[in-house]
């Protein structure tokens, strides 16, 4: 968890110094631009997710070598994927801008922030790669390092560009790529000794690029790359939806979905632990350690949720007041600041069980789930935001939310009947 909050606290951090610009258009462009890289790199977030529930599954099983070249043949696919982003940056720059109804303005300084952040992508699909096998090896401590050095590299150049040399997005980027390449560097020192411990540090080709193992690997990183597809064209749709109702409501929309970020990368913490200790216990084939990791992870979460419910109901003006000075955005945002306090208790149930199905590696009702759940959701914001405006967006989130949990129940007996008893 403490690997996770980092995360949007940087974005956080990025949204408040443009926030505090004299133009909300610096505001937009930057709600904009991070979309798009969500939508990219989330869009290859089985880089982690599969990564993690692979690695663990072989270290529950005892199996050193298999653990190892899981490594290897992420990182390959990783930093083939951050290639082609690079060699087709400008037809992914277009595509993307097509369904985004901005102003002129917005428009400008997304296209500037992207030129800029696009070459981070070889490091940060290949940083997913590094977390998740740490995580999957049960060294959850490595992956709170790297996140760590990583968005505090980011924050300070943040400060360094935006506030102390004059410069826009294009400083909030800048810093951005060498904190991704600062990142990578540290991970694969980390890596180098973390393989030395194991005795491990030659790559076995033979191994890494058996046709069996990578056709299962990128089976499952399918289903669980159309997953989180499902998911970033919600979160697409919430910013489009805001963009169309003007420069006002998207940069409001942005701050709020600042404390959406910030609710669901903490409680995903515990989404993680999840997919380590149940991808460890369906390798070690015990039914008793999954009931218990399953247990353990669920109550904490659940007590955090109801954590951030209280702390934004309690200061959820001082969090919008702090994150931007412009006084249009403040007022629309208040207005919504409802959804965000009941956000974590719906939002809970459907990252928890994200967890447990990527450690059990069931990709396929994953899949299933989401889908169901994006219709949900899709029908409720054509339904509600006529009636609604703003309030029939955050409406239709929610309700995908709740979908997200209902659906994913629906499977969640299949997990334990999957598991092959061992002992």
């Known amino acids: 968890m403490l690997a996770n909050i980092t995360i949007p606290l940087l974005g956080a951090v990025d949204t408040a110094v443009v926030g505090h610009l004299d133009q909300v258009y610096y505001l937009g462009a930057v709600a904009i631009g991070s979309l798009i890289f969500n939508f990219l790199y989330w869009g290859f977030g089985f880089l982690r997710m599969g990564t993690t529930g692979f690695a663990a599954q072989a270290h529950g099983a005892g199996d050193t070598a298999e653990a190892v070249d899981t490594l290897w043949r992420a990182m390959i696919i990783a930093l083939a994927i951050g290639v082609a982003l690079l060699i087709s940056q400008g037809l992914v720059i ?10 002129a303005e917005v428009d400008a300084h997304t ?38 050095v990583i968005n505090l590299i980011n924050i300070v150049l943040d400060l360094v560009f935006v506030v102390g040399m004059g410069m826009a997005v294009e400083g909030v980027a800048i810093a951005t790529v060498i904190a991704e390449y600062a990142g990578l560097g540290l991970g694969l020192v980390m890596l180098r000794h973390a393989l030395a411990k194991l005795g491990r540090t030659a790559i076995v080709w033979r191994r890494v690029l058996e046709p069996a193992r990578l056709r299962h690997m990128i089976g499952i990183n399918r289903d669980i790359f159309l997953r989180t597809l499902c998911l970033i064209t919600a979160f697409a749709y919430l910013t489009i939806q805001g963009a169309r109702m003007g420069d006002v409501i998207l940069a409001a929309n942005a701050v709020l979905f600042n404390m959406v970020t910030f609710m669901s990368y903490a409680l995903d913490g515990f989404a993680n632990a999840a997919q380590a200790l149940v991808g460890r216990a369906v390798g070690e084939g015990s039914r008793a350690d999954y009931r218990g990791v399953v247990r353990a992870s669920t109550i904490w979460a659940l007590v955090f949720a109801a954590g951030f419910s209280l702390i934004y109901a309690a200061t959820g003006t001082l969090i919008i007041d702090g994150i931007t000075t412009l006084d249009a955005v403040r007022a629309a945002a208040r207005e919504a600041l409802p959804w965000m306090i009941v956000a974590p208790l719906v939002s809970v149930w459907g990252y928890q069980l994200d967890g447990i199905f990527i450690g059990a590696m069931l990709s396929r009702e994953m899949r299933n789930a989401m889908i169901l759940s994006l219709i949900v959701y899709l029908v409720a914001v054509e339904i509600f935001r006529p009636l609604l405006g703003n309030h029939g967006i955050w409406l239709g989130f929610t309700l995908f939310m709740v979908a997200r949990g209902v659906t994913l129940g629906y499977y969640f007996p299949r997990i334990e009947r999957s598991i092959v008893e061992k002992r």
Do not use: C, K
């Not at 290949?126 to 996140?147: C, D, E, P, S």
């Open 94 to 103: 277009e595509g993307a801008m097509v369904f985004m109804e901005t102003s």
């Open 111 to 148: 296209r500037a922030y992207f030129a800029i952040r696009i070459w981070s992508a070889p490091a940060a699909l290949a940083n997913y790669v590094v977390l998740g096998w740490f995580l999957g090896m049960q060294n959850a401590r490595a992956g709170v390092i790297i996140q760590i």
